[in-house]
């Protein structure tokens, strides 16, 4: 069965344009006593294992090849952080610049040393191999594609569904995202251990990749049309906006359809996810019929 002859066949291209919808709404701990790096990661009651803090700490763990998805540096640090700015440019690893005051929130008062390395609950996967899943389960391409979903409670509860409705992943730009932390983990109630999950650097890119693969991509904004103008029997990628502004602008450009959930109440949005899981129930709904 093959999925990719969709998208650049003309006629079928301009018979799903007359259903063309356009958008979706989108719509302390006590620090305690100082501690030092080292005694921070002895401490095996009220370690965090999902942070890792100091440079030999981090260095080493940069070694180990430890699954490591971003590190947090403060800008004005010198000596051995440049160290660990190639080590982790080399294997691909989000960098984010902080101020100390940033540092200090995150270590709940451990000393870091201008350095904290966050790690991650998955790995993640190229935008090929969630093709290939559905391809080896016969099925048209299901995918979730997250606009700058910076809230990791909302990525995780999309996540937790994208699982339930049967998606074979999600994509996530490297960039102004929640990642797969231990908070995304624990908000999906583990299913972030079974989505496949993408990290790309350009989100624009991605979407043209998954055209190239017959998949018509279907954007979630409040300015469009009924969702139920169109129909999700096919490739289906769901592109789901962040929590504040909705969907960028190219990516509305990029959409092949623009959908709303029609709205009723004095309240004219819906968190994220929310709306995602409503668009996701709506593509398994078309599946199963």
């Given at each position: 069965?093959?999925?990719?002859?969709?998208?650049?066949?003309?006629?079928?291209?301009?018979?799903?344009?007359?259903?063309?919808?356009?958008?979706?709404?989108?719509?302390?701990?006590?620090?305690?006593?100082?501690?030092?790096?080292?005694?921070?990661?002895?401490?095996?009651?009220?370690?965090?294992?999902?942070?890792?803090?100091?440079?030999?700490?981090?260095?080493?763990?940069?070694?180990?090849?430890?699954?490591?998805?971003?590190?947090?540096?403060?800008?004005?640090?010198?000596?051995?952080?440049?160290?660990?700015?190639?080590?982790?440019?080399?294997?691909?690893?989000?960098?984010?610049?902080?101020?100390?005051?940033?540092?200090?929130?995150?270590?709940?008062g451990?000393?870091?040393?201008?350095?904290?390395?966050?790690?991650?609950?998955?790995?993640?996967?190229?935008?090929?191999?969630?093709?290939?899943?559905?391809?080896?389960?016969?099925?048209?391409?299901?995918?979730?594609?997250?606009?700058?979903?910076?809230?990791?409670?909302?990525?995780?509860?999309?996540?937790?569904?994208?699982?339930?409705?049967?998606?074979?992943?999600?994509?996530?730009?490297?960039?102004?995202?929640?990642?797969?932390?231990?908070?995304?983990?624990?908000?999906?109630?583990?299913?972030?251990?079974?989505?496949?999950?993408?990290?790309?650097?350009?989100?624009?890119?991605?979407?043209?990749?998954?055209?190239?693969?017959?998949?018509?991509?279907?954007?979630?904004?409040?300015?469009?049309?009924?969702?139920?103008?169109?129909?999700?029997?096919?490739?289906?990628?769901?592109?789901?906006?962040?929590?504040?502004?909705?969907?960028?602008?190219?990516?509305?450009?990029?959409c092949?359809?623009?959908?709303?959930?029609?709205?009723?109440?004095?309240?004219?949005?819906?968190?994220?996810?929310?709306?995602g899981?409503?668009?996701?129930?709506?593509?398994?709904?078309?599946?199963?019929?």
């Amino acid at each position: 069965m093959s999925f990719d002859n969709g998208y650049n066949n003309k006629k079928s291209f301009e018979k799903k344009r007359q259903n063309k919808g356009y958008g979706a709404q989108n719509s302390k701990r006590s620090s305690g006593s100082k501690k030092t790096a080292d005694s921070y990661h002895s401490d095996e009651d009220k370690e965090d294992k999902s942070i890792i803090l100091g440079r030999n700490p981090v260095i080493e763990s940069l070694k180990a090849g430890k699954l490591i998805d971003s590190i947090y540096i403060n800008k004005e640090a010198g000596g051995s952080i440049s160290v660990i700015c190639r080590m982790a440019r080399e294997q691909g690893i989000v960098i984010k610049q902080v101020n100390e005051q940033k540092l200090n929130k995150m270590a709940n008062g451990a000393s870091h040393q201008g350095v904290i390395a966050m790690t991650a609950c998955a790995e993640y996967v190229e935008i090929q191999d969630i093709l290939d899943i559905a391809k080896k389960k016969n099925e048209p391409p299901f995918i979730i594609i997250c606009d700058e979903i910076e809230d990791p409670h909302n990525l995780g509860a999309i996540i937790r569904t994208a699982e339930a409705s049967g998606a074979h992943g999600v994509i996530i730009p490297k960039r102004r995202s929640a990642s797969l932390n231990h908070t995304v983990f624990k908000t999906s109630a583990g299913a972030a251990a079974w989505v496949p999950v993408a990290r790309v650097s350009n989100l624009s890119q991605a979407v043209d990749t998954l055209k190239e693969n017959g998949v018509w991509i279907y954007g979630a904004d409040s300015s469009g049309e009924d969702y139920n103008s169109v129909s999700f029997d096919g490739t289906v990628g769901l592109v789901i906006g962040s929590e504040g502004f909705g969907m960028s602008r190219l990516m509305k450009e990029k959409c092949d359809f623009l959908l709303r959930l029609p709205m009723v109440g004095k309240i004219t949005s819906l968190n994220a996810s929310v709306a995602g899981g409503i668009f996701m129930y709506e593509v398994l709904k078309s599946r199963m019929n």
